[in-house]
Structure formats: structure tokens, C-alpha cells
């Protein structure tokens, strides 16, 4: 694999194998943050596309120093917050078997309660505001650090954390809400 600044320089250049490259290692990411954003798998996969075309439209102007993945998470986040502003009433999220919640081959009654926890949480994660929502899915999902978070989301690394800790403490207060509401429902 390339070194990051050798990337960015293969794609300022225009040469396929750099765009390739950062499709391969970046891809799942992107989608991954589009899909906790917008909720939508077809939605996701237009914002991605969104993403690799600015991409091959403004490498030739990056700076030599830019962190490509900072760059492209920053333009995803951009984007999926443009369309969810578009379309308001929000959507539900609808997090798929991509977002997995156990890394095992589960069994059928795992399978369901995992598909029940995927909708509780898809419903919660829809109730934050969008920057906590983009942190939690950052942190979580894709396993980003702080400092990550806070450039995609363009902030403070103090004010990237109280996002991520007011994500955590809302979904807390969330899920043990709708938690006891399936409960109710499916006794």
C-alpha cells in the first residue's frame, strides 16, 4: 500500500491506480458513515459516489500536507448533512448485516434480537442531533480517534469529545427508553 502523501500525489497527477487504491482502503468507511447518517443503503452508496467524484474534481488543488481520509470524511459528512437537510422530516436509519452488531455466524433466534436491536438503535441514532450522530457513528462504526472525528467534523478536539459523550449519554437515555417499550410491546 502507498504511503498517504504518495496518494494524494498519485491522484493530483490523475492516475487511476491512486483513485483505486483509495476506493479499496476507503470505501468501506465512507459508506459506513453515510449509512449512519442518512439511513438509507441506496443513499449511502449515492453519497459515496458524491464523494469520489469531488475527489477526482479537487485533488489537483489539495494541499500536499492534507490528510486524505480526514478530507474525504469531511466531504462525506458534508454532503450526507446537505441531503438530510434537503429532505427533511427525517428518515429512519436503517442499519444493515454491514453494521454488524456480533462478529460470529449467529443462530436464527440471534439473528432476529440482533435485527430488533439494529431497528431500537436505528430509531435512537436517528434522534441526535447531527453532529452527535456523526460522532457516535465515527467512534463506533468506523473506529475513528478523537482527533479524526474533530477534523471530519470540524471542530475542537474538546468539542469532538462532548459530541461523542452527549451521543453516549443520550442513546444511553434512548435505548433503555425504547428498550422498555419493546418490552411492553412484545409481552
Given at each position: 500500500?502507498?504511503?498517504?502523501?504518495?496518494?494524494?500525489?498519485?491522484?493530483?497527477?490523475?492516475?487511476?491506480?491512486?483513485?483505486r487504491q483509495?476506493?479499496?482502503?476507503?470505501?468501506?468507511?465512507?459508506?459506513?458513515?453515510?449509512?449512519?447518517?442518512?439511513?438509507?443503503?441506496?443513499?449511502?452508496?449515492?453519497?459515496?459516489?458524491?464523494?469520489?467524484?469531488?475527489?477526482?474534481?479537487?485533488?489537483?488543488?489539495?494541499?500536499?500536507?492534507?490528510?486524505?481520509?480526514?478530507?474525504?470524511?469531511?466531504?462525506?459528512?458534508?454532503?450526507?448533512?446537505?441531503?438530510?437537510?434537503?429532505?427533511?422530516?427525517?428518515?429512519?436509519?436503517?442499519?444493515?448485516?454491514?453494521?454488524?452488531?456480533?462478529?460470529?455466524?449467529?443462530?436464527?433466534?440471534?439473528?432476529?434480537?440482533?435485527?430488533?436491536?439494529?431497528?431500537?438503535?436505528?430509531?435512537?441514532?436517528?434522534?441526535?442531533?447531527?453532529?452527535?450522530?456523526?460522532?457516535?457513528?465515527?467512534?463506533?462504526?468506523?473506529?475513528?480517534?478523537?482527533k479524526e472525528?474533530?477534523?471530519?467534523?470540524?471542530?475542537?478536539?474538546?468539542?469532538?469529545?462532548?459530541?461523542?459523550?452527549?451521543?453516549?449519554?443520550r442513546l444511553?437515555?434512548?435505548?433503555?427508553?425504547?428498550?422498555?417499550?419493546?418490552?411492553?410491546?412484545?409481552?
Open positions: 500500500m502507498e504511503r498517504p502523501d504518495d496518494l494524494l500525489a498519485g491522484l493530483k497527477r490523475g492516475e487511476e491506480a491512486a483513485f483509495v476506493i479499496k482502503g476507503e470505501l468501506d468507511g465512507l459508506y459506513t458513515l453515510a449509512l449512519g447518517l442518512l439511513g438509507r443503503e441506496a443513499d449511502a452508496e449515492d453519497a459515496c459516489q458524491e464523494v469520489l467524484l469531488k475527489l477526482l474534481r479537487f485533488a489537483p488543488r489539495l494541499s500536499p500536507n492534507t490528510s486524505l481520509r480526514a478530507w474525504l470524511r469531511r466531504v462525506c459528512l458534508n454532503h450526507c448533512l446537505d441531503e438530510r437537510r434537503r429532505r427533511r422530516p427525517a428518515v429512519q436509519i436503517e442499519l444493515t448485516a454491514s453494521v454488524s452488531l456480533e462478529r460470529s455466524s449467529p443462530g436464527p433466534q440471534r439473528c432476529a434480537e440482533e435485527v430488533e436491536l439494529r431497528e431500537l438503535l436505528s430509531k435512537a441514532l436517528a434522534q441526535l442531533s447531527e453532529k452527535q450522530r456523526a460522532a457516535f457513528v465515527l467512534r463506533h462504526f468506523e473506529g475513528c480517534s478523537i472525528i474533530a477534523q471530519a467534523i470540524g471542530c475542537a478536539e474538546g468539542t469532538a469529545k462532548v459530541h461523542l459523550s452527549r451521543a453516549v449519554s444511553r437515555v434512548l435505548l433503555g427508553d425504547l428498550c422498555d417499550e419493546w418490552r411492553g410491546i412484545s409481552k
